[in-house]
């Protein structure tokens, strides 16, 4: 046996509260006029909040901040060891290992001039460490080209004291052949290999090797500096996640659009009138635009999250719309008044809550989600006493 009857009678509230709303529904359908002129002007002051929209790409500003004796802690401790910035640096690509170490020699001369100028405080190469292969050959060719070096050498440690014939083997392995030049390889098993290993990276279409920055005083000075040098980019870290957000957010926005389009579309197939159309669709755009108008209005600027959590918006506000729409005789229109208040009240509570939560992220999803939930319970039985006066639900 079942547990519930079938059906369920409604509560004393549930009762009361589908009286008050079938009531409130009749008197707004007795004036459709009033009703067309209440969504003219609150589209016409929704449409001057949206137009106030701001949008922010920054990535961090979803994160919660950081305590500001951290923050100063962590200045501090960075000073002292030297640290590199974070989020800050150059890489120099190369199609192999000797086109990238010879780009790292040349842009470190350039890197030393802004230390110089105090555009920077100071930077970690593997170029003093490491030269490129035809640097080594050269400087190898230079060195074995010197006239009588060995017979110089010796004579001048025996001037200092040393023992005569000492530096014998030097002489001897300068009449060898050239040792082939050092590697990155040639580091690992030693002190320096972790070093190495921090700065260089072996990608798909070549070498990158890093160049870590210390205490960048100038950006503009820096980014003209490394502009100059071939196959160096400066990488910020805040930047390039903000500019891979802001490609999300191109394509989110589109995406919206398309996507409301396509609901007109399914809507017209199945009301095919211009008028049920409206009432389905437009509590929708109506919570969408309070959601945007209010943050326009307030200042605050529009982030990924927001976008998304009109997404959910205009879910659930559409599907208020067709509630009204598909109601066929006075029970069903107030049943359906009766579920999208409950449903609405209960969306905005849930969702409201995290509008105050200490974590951005969630703050704003639940802002956006909470009021426009609201939005579309008032918009829902306006839009539909506005275009569906003379019926109940779905037809004119």
């Known amino acids: ?14 009762a009361a509260l589908a009286a008050v709303l079938a009531r409130g529904y009749a008197a707004l359908r007795a004036r459709p006029g009033a009703c067309r002129a209440a969504l003219a002007l609150c589209a016409a002051v929704l449409a001057f909040g949206a137009s106030t929209v701001s949008f922010s790409d920054d990535v961090f500003a979803l994160n919660l901040p950081p305590r500001p004796e951290f923050v100063a802690e962590e200045k501090r401790v960075q000073a002292q060891l030297g640290a590199s910035e974070r989020g800050r640096f150059v890489a120099v690509f190369g199609d192999g290992v000797a086109q990238a170490l010879a780009r790292l020699e040349s842009l470190a001369p350039r890197l030393d001039a802004a230390v110089a ?12 460490l490491l030269r490129s292969p035809a640097s080594q050959a050269a400087s190898e060719r230079a060195f074995r080209s010197a006239p009588a070096l060995a017979e110089r050498l010796q004579r001048a440690f025996a001037a200092e004291g040393f ?8 002489a001897a392995e300068l009449a060898r052949a050239a040792p082939p030049s050092l590697a990155a390889s040639d580091f690992v098993g ?16 070549g070498v990158a090797y890093v160049v870590a920055l210390r205490g960048v005083a100038d950006t503009a000075a820096i980014e003209r500096v490394v502009a100059g040098a071939e196959g160096a980019v400066l990488m910020n870290q805040r930047q390039f996640a903000a ?3 802001a490609h999300y957010r191109a394509q989110v926005v589109p995406l919206l659009a398309a996507g409301i389009g396509l609901v007109a579309l ?9 008028r049920a159309v409206a009432a389905a669709g437009l509590p929708a755009l109506f919570a969408a635009g ?26 659930f506000a559409e599907d208020y719309g067709v509630f009204l729409v598909e109601a066929r005789a006075d029970a069903e229109l107030t049943a359906s008044l009766t579920s999208i208040v409950a449903a609405s009240l209960t969306t905005a509570l849930s969702f409201g809550l995290l509008a105050f939560s200490s974590f951005p992220a969630l703050a704003a999803l639940g802002f956006t989600a909470g009021l426009g939930s609201l939005a579309a319970l008032v918009a829902s039985p306006l839009t539909a006493a506005a275009f569906l006066p003379r019926t109940a639900g779905g037809s004119s």
């Open 117 to 128: 100028a105090r555009a920077l405080a100071g930077f970690e190469s593997l170029a003093p």
């Open 1 to 14: 046996a079942p547990i519930l009857p079938h059906p369920l009678a409604p509560t004393r509230a549930q």
């Open 266 to 274: 399914v809507l017209a197939a199945r009301f095919r009138s211009l």
């Open 190 to 205: 030693t002190p320096l290999e972790d070093l190495v290993a921090a700065l260089r990276f072996e990608l798909a279409e």
């Open 243 to 245: 500019e891979l957000y």
């Open 290 to 315: 309070a959601v945007l108008a209010v943050l326009g209005l307030l200042g605050e600027p529009v982030t990924l999250l927001h976008l998304f959590g009109l997404v959910l918006v205009l879910c």
């Open 163 to 170: 023992a005569p014939g000492a530096f014998a083997p030097f």
